[in-house]
């Protein structure tokens, strides 16, 4: 199963990173994604395809000092 | 007059209040970055949350610098992990690097922020490390490719004031980037000491978020910073050793 941000999530494998972070309701000009440990660029969210042994990070900014 | 600028990377600021965004609501950071008059603004990047609260970045008035921090780095390499994945968000170069494993006194790692300083500059990063004013530190800094060094005032978000005064005075005189005195420091009167003695710019955001009134505050902070950099550019004057010196003449009194 997918891990993101340290929850396994049934529903992720097969689909897009796009496809994922719209139907999560990520808004994705405001994340950046790492996967296994790699930054997967803006433009490759189309074309990279989630499998059950990706581990994902999807992050964003907060208030911070 | 020629104009009075602050140059951090290649890029011309007026203003030498960098604020912080933590520990407020999102939504009075328009008001507190125009009360500020604030043209860079620190943020965090975590774990984003999915739906729901509006995004930070929607808040900020539009030509505002952003200034990624990596806080949550315990070493160099989790601060470039983090700097790296700030950039690709994809809202300019600048980073504060803040490596930090000490979780009581949140005093930085100084030997891993050189090692993190020095990658990122590698990579293009605009780096302003967060470091304990230490002369050695902040030479080093200099040399693997920092465009500032932002020395703490006292530990963060102890609203203490100047304790490290007179090794950022040292920084101050030996370190040819801007010295941003960031973090403890709690009040205006604090702020202007720090830009008196030729700090570039302050960093403040708990002396704001904790204020009673918090848009206000982050205005008292302008004055104070604006002031402090106009009394150091005037030249203080000088102070005796003892005695006075008349400040009206000594001539032309009534009784002679």
Redesign the interface.
Known sequence: MAKINGEEVTNAAGKTIMEYLTEAGYDSRRVAIERNGSIIPKKSYEEVIITEADTIEIVSFVGGG | MKQDKLVIGGHEFESRFIL?????N?EL?DAAVKHAGAQMI???????????EG???DYIPEGVT?L??T?GARNAEEAV?IA???R????GDFVKVEVIRDSKYLLPDNSETIKATEILAKEGFIVMPYMYPDLNVARDLVNVGASAVMPLAAP??SNKGLVTKEFIKILIEEIDLPVIVD?GIGRPSQACEVMEMGAAAV?A??AIATAGDIVAMAGAFKSAIEAGRSAYLSGLGRVLSSGSAASSPLTGFLQE
């Open positions: 912080g965004s933590g520990k407020y999102v950071i620190t943020l965090a990047l975590r774990r984003a949350n999915s739906e729901g995004n930070i970045l952003l990624p921090n806080s992990r790296r994945l700030a690709e968000i994809g809202c963060i978000g973090a960093m955001n708990t």
